[in-house]
C-alpha cells in the first residue's frame, strides 16, 4: 500500500506578515514548487515501527518535521487511539523542489503533505475539520521552535486562492479562522522572484517587531490593521471583478494594495531586516514598473506586470544578469479535501 500527497509553495499576495498579529491575508498556491510525500505500508514484514527517511539528495531537515509531526498527530485528543488500534508500521519518504529558506514555505509544504497521508491511511477525514489541519501543521512545527503564523498552513491544505480572516476573538472561539476560497480565474497573471540561495530564517526576521506587538506597541498594533485592510481590499477586488470587471484595471488595482504592503512593511521593519538582496528584487521590478512585495519572510517576492509580455521580458533579462530566478507563476488548483 503507498500513499503520496503533494503540498505547494505559498505566495503571500496581499496582507502578511499581519496573519502572526490576528489579522487578515490573501495568499496563492504556486504549482512549480512543491513537497511530496510518500506512505509506504510495512504490512509485508510485519514491521511495527514508523520510519521516516528523506528521498535520494534531500536535506535531513525534513526528518524531524515529520517526526515532530507524527507527536503531534498521535496527541490529538480526536486520534490518540489511532496507534493502539492499527499495529503496523509504515515508512514516510519525502522530497522537494521548493528553494530552500527562500520564503515560499518549504518546511510546512512537507508537514502538510505528510499529514495529509496520516489522514488518508488512518482514514480519519471526518475526525479533523479541514480548518483544523493548519493547526496541526503548526503545532509540529512550534515544537520545534520554528517562528510562523497561519497564513502558509492555510494555503497549503487549502490550495489555490484564498482569503484568510485571523480575527482573534472568532479564532479563540471556533479554534480556527475564516477560510474563504476565491475564483482562481480573476487572479491576474503573477512572476515569482526569488534568490538562488537560502534568504535566512523567517524567526530573526520576525522577531522585533514580534516583541514589540506583544509590548502594546502602538505603531506596530496600527500597522497590522492597514495589513489587514490591504487584503481585505484584495479580496474586494478579486470579487468584484467576478461580477464584470475590466482585467486591466483589476491588474492596476491589485498592483496598487501590492505596493501599499510592501511599503508599509518597509516602513515597519526596516531595510536592516528586510535585507540588501530582498530590497535590491523588489527594487529591480519596481524600476521596470512592476509591482513586487515579499511572499512571506525573504528570499522570494511575488511581481504583478500590469502592462504585460513586454514589461516581463524586461524584468526577466534584468534577473539573468543579475542571477535572480523569475518564473511566471502556475496557481495550483483548490484541494480537492
Known amino acids: 500500500m503507498a500513499i503520496a500527497e503533494r503540498a505547494h509553495a505559498r505566495l503571500g499576495l496581499l496582507g502578511n506578515p499581519s496573519d502572526i498579529y490576528g489579522g487578515k491575508a490573501l495568499a496563492v498556491s504556486v504549482a512549480n514548487y512543491g513537497a511530496t510525500v510518500t506512505l509506504r505500508s510495512n504490512l509485508d514484514s510485519n514491521d511495527e515501527t514508523i520510519h521516516v527517511v528523506p528521498g535520494e539528495g534531500e536535506r535531513e531537515g525534513g526528518v524531524k518535521l515529520i517526526e515532530s509531526l507524527l507527536s ?3 496527541d490529538d ?12 508500521g509504515f515508512t514516510l519518504t ?9 520564503g515560499l514555505s518549504g518546511s510546512s509544504a512537507i508537514v502538510c503533505a505528510a499529514l495529509r497521508c496520516l489522514v488518508r491511511y488512518y482514514g480519519v477525514e471526518e475526525l479533523i475539520p479541514r480548518a483544523r489541519l493548519p493547526n496541526l501543521v503548526l503545532a509540529a512545527e512550534t515544537k520545534l521552535g520554528i517562528v510562523a503564523g497561519y497564513m502558509d498552513r492555510v494555503q497549503q491544505v487549502y490550495g489555490g486562492l484564498v482569503f484568510m480572516d485571523f480575527n482573534s476573538s472568532y479564532f479563540e472561539s471556533e479554534g480556527f479562522g475564516r477560510y474563504e476560497r476565491l475564483d482562481v480565474s480573476r ?24 516583541r514589540r506587538f506583544l509590548e502594546g506597541d502602538t505603531e506596530v498594533a496600527e500597522a497590522m490593521r492597514e495589513f489587514a485592510g490591504i487584503a481585505e481590499r484584495g479580496r474586494s477586488i478579486l470579487v468584484g471583478s467576478a461580477e464584470g470587471g475590466e482585467d486591466g484595471a483589476v491588474a ?6 501590492m505596493r501599499s504592503n510592501f511599503a508599509l512593511r518597509r516602513k515597519l521593519f526596516g531595510d536592516a531586516v528586510l535585507g540588501a538582496e530582498n530590497l535590491e528584487m523588489v527594487e529591480l521590478a519596481e524600476s521596470m514598473g512592476a509591482a513586487a512585495k515579499f511572499t512571506g519572510s525573504g528570499g522570494a517576492i ?13 524584468i526577466a533579462e534584468k534577473c539573468d544578469r543579475r542571477g535572480f530566478a523569475f518564473v ?9 479535501w
Not at 519525502?94 to 527562500?102: A, E, G
Not at 492596476?252 to 494594495?257: D, F, N, P, R, S
Not at 511566471?328 to 480537492?336: H, I, K, L, T, Y
Open 77 to 88: 485528543p480526536p486520534l490518540r487511539h489511532l496507534r493502539s488500534e492499527r499495529q503496523t
Open 187 to 210: 487572479l491576474p497573471r503573477l512572476h515569482l522572484m526569488h534568490l538562488r540561495k537560502s534568504g535566512g530564517q523567517s524567526g530573526r526576521i520576525h522577531s522585533d517587531v514580534r
Open 94 to 102: 519525502y522530497t522537494s523542489n521548493i528553494p530552500y529558506q527562500v
Open 328 to 336: 511566471e507563476v502556475d496557481v495550483a488548483p483548490a484541494s480537492e
Open 302 to 314: 511575488a511581481v504583478l506586470c500590469p502592462d504585460g509580455d513586454r514589461q516581463v521580458r524586461s
Open 72 to 74: 503531534v498527530f498521535f
Open 252 to 257: 492596476e488595482a491589485l498592483a496598487g494594495e
